[in-house]
């Protein structure tokens, strides 16, 4: 796969990088060519104007950094509540978070931690030559340690319910 500039929203130094095949379907995000930090209230902003999707899946992103282990992610001592983290921090600048909207640049030994979300979305990116190991734990769920990558069920509630959730926080501690 040919190396590609990384866009998407959040924190362009993020080392906790989520992707999803597309963008919120919004004007001023059409033309992204790097990483955009959201500012105050852009998420609610994303929200009215997506729908329900979009929600999902920050309030999935919000509760998954709540979920980790806090001995070596520090998401949850920023805020009270993981909606709270979602409305005052998640990919904003300087917040270690981003979601991106290509396919994730692999470097082994770096410290980025890479979650695709979506096996459909994950297989795509494969083979379009996704230069990844990938080991496929089950038809969720798979792990390529050497370039800390996850595969994981697309960020809704339905996909990637509480004990998916938990699930993936603990594969988390294995990269």
């Known amino acids: ?25 919004m ?5 992204l060519v790097d990483i955009q930090p959201l500012g105050r209230g852009e998420i609610d902003s994303i929200n009215q104007a997506c729908g329900n999707g979009w929600r999902k899946l920050f309030n999935v992103y919000a509760k998954l950094l709540f979920a980790l282990d806090t001995n070596r992610f520090g998401f949850n001592q920023l805020a009270s ?21 290509r396919a994730p640049q692999l470097t082994p030994d770096d410290q980025m931690i890479h979650i695709i979300a979506g096996r459909t979305h994950a297989k795509h990116l494969l083979s379009q030559g996704l230069a990844a190991q990938l080991n496929w734990l089950d038809h969720e769920f798979a792990i390529d340690v050497s370039n800390r990558l996850l595969v994981c069920p697309y960020f809704d509630y339905r996909q990637l319910n509480n004990e998916k959730l938990a699930r993936l926080a603990e594969l988390l501690k294995e990269l």
């Open 27 to 31: 004007q001023e995000y059409t033309g």
């Open 81 to 101: 509540s993981w909606q709270h983290y979602r409305d005052q921090h998640l990919l904003r600048q300087g917040s270690n978070t981003a979601l991106l909207f």
């Open 1 to 25: 796969m040919q190396t590609s500039t990384a866009i998407g929203l959040g924190d362009p130094q993020a080392r906790f990088r989520v992707y999803v095949a597309k963008h919120p379907p």
